[in-house]
Structures are given as structure tokens and as C-alpha cells.
């Protein structure tokens, strides 16, 4: 079923953008810190800059640029970005389907369902963008 894409914790480190190049919409941004910007790409690589957002301070500093983060506003649901042979690590998910998160990594030891709660990375990807 289509939903809006969800990019969770496996993208952590790897990052290597292939979901960036199958989004019609450049709606899947990285966050530079030097800019303190939301930035998304034409091609991934490219350094052309299609769209900004600023990013909401609290939320930018629980994983800074170390993965990517789809704005869900813009997204249309179109599917292209969580197809099986995309993402090399399983971590992009349309919203309906994202698991709950996996021991590997302790991304949110502060929170009350520990990090492992499938909400979680819904919940941030709406606050992230702050515009
Ligand atoms: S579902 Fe489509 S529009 Fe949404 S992030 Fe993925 S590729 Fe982009
Ligand atoms: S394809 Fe997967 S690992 Fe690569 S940037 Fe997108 S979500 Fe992250």
C-alpha cells in the first residue's frame, strides 16, 4: 500500500543517497551542518541544491548528517523510494510499514519504549523540518 516514505535507523552511516535518485519529487534531504540547512539534490552528488528547510534545533541534534530525512509535506507517496531494490539496507519504509527498531543501535536511549517503537522515526521525521 502507498504511503509517505520513512527513513529509519539502518540508514545510520551508510547514507549513500540511492533513494535520492529514484524521488521524482527531491522531497529526501540531508542536513548540513556548515550551513545549518535541510538541503535535497537534483542528483544525488551533484551539489545542486533543489530545495531548503531550517531544521528544528532539538530535533537536527538526534542524528545531525548522519542520515537522511524525508520531508513529508512534500512527499506524494509514489512509492519509487521503498521498493525492494533500492535502498541497499532496508531502512526506507512507507509509513504503514515501518518495523519497530532492532537492538544494533541505541538511537534514542532516552525515550520510554527505548528507541525500539516503529512511531518513533514517523514522529521525527515531521519534526525535523522546522519551515
Ligand atoms: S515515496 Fe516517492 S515522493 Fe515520497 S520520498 Fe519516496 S520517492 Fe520521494
Ligand atoms: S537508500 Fe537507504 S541507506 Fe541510502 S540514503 Fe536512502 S534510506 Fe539511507
Request: a negative charge; hydrophobic letters at 35%.
Amino acid at each position: 500500500m502507498a504511503g509517505v516514505a520513512i527513513i529509519t535507523e539502518a540508514c545510520i552511516t551508510v547514507k549513500d543517497r540511492a533513494c535520492v535518485d529514484v524521488c521524482p519529487v527531491q522531497c529526501i534531504y540531508e542536513y548540513n551542518p556548515s550551513t545549518n540547512r535541510l538541503q535535497s539534490e537534483q542528483q544525488a552528488g551533484s551539489g545542486v541544491v533543489e530545495n531548503e528547510h531550517a531544521p528544528n534545533d532539538d530535533a537536527i541534534a538526534v542524528f545531525g548528517d548522519s542520515i537522511l530525512y524525508v520531508n513529508l509535506d512534500e512527499c506524494t507517496s509514489c512509492t519509487a523510494c521503498y521498493q525492494p531494490d533500492v535502498c541497499p539496507v532496508g531502512a526506507i519504509y512507507s509509513e504503514e510499514h515501518v518495523p519497530d527498531g532492532t537492538e544494533a543501535i541505541k538511537y534514542n536511549t532516552a525515550d520510554p519504549n527505548k528507541g525500539h517503537d516503529h512511531t518513533f522515526f514517523v514522529a521525527q521525521s515531521r519534526a525535523v523540518f522546522a519551515d
